[in-house]
């Protein structure tokens, strides 16, 4: 499901099947009565903590309520043996100090884009040097993929490297019969600017001037914003759906009757989506950009060069009759054995151990 943090969310779940684990998080809210609130909740065997504070324009301000909600956050916390950080800066201070003050050792994941090139250059230099010292004082550093690893190195993050990828609930993304014959093309996204939605938009148009039946689906946080752009390009609204973000047991159905997934990425690492995808026997399209390549078995579909909108358009037009020599239990059975969360929760319980001892 596209939807912030999910993916950190997911992992714990899945540690949480071997772990106690406890998820702590800290989010502004403009609309906070008061200046700090924490709601607790049970997510699938994970007791989630989470801070909410409210907004200021005064950057002490900021960090003394961000530090205060950690440290009141702390002391509802069962006792624990190490942390697993997900968002380096500024989260990490909270993981320093309880290296440095409460001997606990912590691990990193990462799943950031802002570590490739150029984004990379937008962080100050305040941000890079502390973003180095929480790095360097990790066990561990786990990137999702090994692109991603190679651009944190090249950024200058020292450390340990391990690549542990996203996690896949394979028991709910599986194949199933699909129910109409109309070739269902869909995006699934956060709608960021790195998503490149416009120029599918403009596939989609060139793809419509063929006559191709087909039925469009474009689904993820706000996608509705995008409708005023179909209606300028001419799209049929009567084979064209915006969806804004949905349950993940709905998302997963118009998942399971596609034919097609499309990503159209500028940028990316080891999308979730992708990895659904394919769990549920359903080719993809997507650029071959970042660390896309690394989870993208032969016959599970095609990758294409970024911005190249003629590639994309072939593609489509030839998926609606090519056929593969890929089962979709195939394609379930590569995900399962490699994304499940019993396949994930086993690759940090050795990373847990290891940090445990040094």
């Not at 759906?241 to 997934?261: C, G, H, R, S």
């Amino acid at each position: 499901m596209p939807f912030n943090g999910d993916f950190v969310q997911r992992h714990a779940e899945a540690i949480a099947l071997v772990h106690r684990v406890t998820a702590i998080h800290v989010i502004t809210d403009g609309a906070l009565n008061n200046a700090l609130e924490i709601v607790e909740s049970n997510q699938n065997g994970v007791k989630t903590l989470i801070a909410y504070i409210a907004p200021s324009k005064y950057l002490v301000v900021k960090f003394y309520r961000f530090f205060k909600a950690y440290h009141l956050l702390l002391k509802r916390v069962d006792a624990f043996n190490l942390v697993h950080l997900n968002i380096i800066f500024p989260t990490g201070f909270i993981a320093l100090y309880l290296k440095w003050f409460k001997q606990k050792p912590f691990i990193i994941s990462e799943h950031w884009h802002g570590y490739h090139q150029p984004f990379c250059k937008e962080l100050s230099f305040f941000e890079h040097f502390f973003i180095k010292l929480i790095a360097k004082n990790a066990q561990f550093i786990c990137p999702v993929t090994d692109n991603l690893g190679d651009s944190m190195q090249q950024f200058g993050l020292v450390n340990n490297y391990k690549k542990v990828s996203n996690v896949i609930d394979t028991e709910l993304f599986k194949p199933a019969i699909k129910t109409d014959k109309i070739y269902n093309i869909i995006h699934i996204s956060s709608m960021d600017s790195v998503k490149n939605v416009p120029e599918i938009l403009q596939v989609i148009s060139q793809l419509q001037k063929t006559k191709i039946d087909f039925n469009f689906y474009l689904i993820g946080n706000n996608a509705q914003i995008f409708k005023p752009l179909a209606n300028k390009l001419a799209i049929n609204p009567k084979n064209s759906f915006f969806i804004n973000q949905v349950p993940q047991q709905e998302l997963l159905t118009y998942l399971q009757q596609a034919d097609v997934l499309v990503l159209f990425s500028t940028i990316e690492n080891a999308p979730c989506v992708i990895l659904e995808a394919f769990a549920c026997g359903i080719r993809v399209i997507s650029t071959d950009v970042g660390g896309v390549r690394e989870h993208f078995p032969e016959g599970f579909g095609t990758l294409i060069k970024a911005n190249d909108s003629q590639a994309l358009l072939e593609n489509l037009i030839h998926y609606q009759t090519k056929k593969t020599n890929i089962s979709k239990a195939e394609m379930h059975q590569y995900i399962n054995q490699n994304f499940s969360k019993k396949t994930i929760a086993k690759q940090f319980s050795e990373l847990y151990l290891r940090a445990l001892k040094t």
